[in-house]
């Protein structure tokens, strides 16, 4: 899915400090699973919580800045909102 929208395959920015993509996957899984920086941060590939935190804030920065990057956000929203619900 973030994959999709990013425009190319996760082991290319997975590890790129700064990258929107990584930044809307760790969003989009906060959002859709209520997880901890932690928990986010090990579902990322090993990042640590103080960095998923700095991360989201910068994508929520970066989001209200650039119009192509809210549009992502969005349509990340309707992907998410087209699953069946997380089970807790």
Same mark, same amino acid.
């Given at each position: 899915?973030? =994959? ?26 906060r959002?859709?699973?209520g997880?901890t920086?932690?928990e ?24 209200? =800045?650039?119009? =192509?990057? =809210? ?18």
């Amino acid at each position: 899915m973030i =994959e999709a929208l990013r425009g190319a395959p996760w082991v290319d920015f997975a590890g790129r400090h700064g990258d929107w993509g990584r930044a809307l996957f760790l969003w989009g899984a906060r959002r859709r699973c209520g997880l901890t920086l932690r928990e986010l941060g090990q579902e990322a590939g090993g990042m640590s919580p103080a960095v998923v935190g700095v991360a989201l804030k910068r994508f929520a920065s970066l989001a209200k =800045e650039l119009p =192509e990057l =809210e549009t992502k956000q969005q349509e990340l929203i309707e992907l998410l909102d087209g699953m069946l619900p997380v089970e807790h």
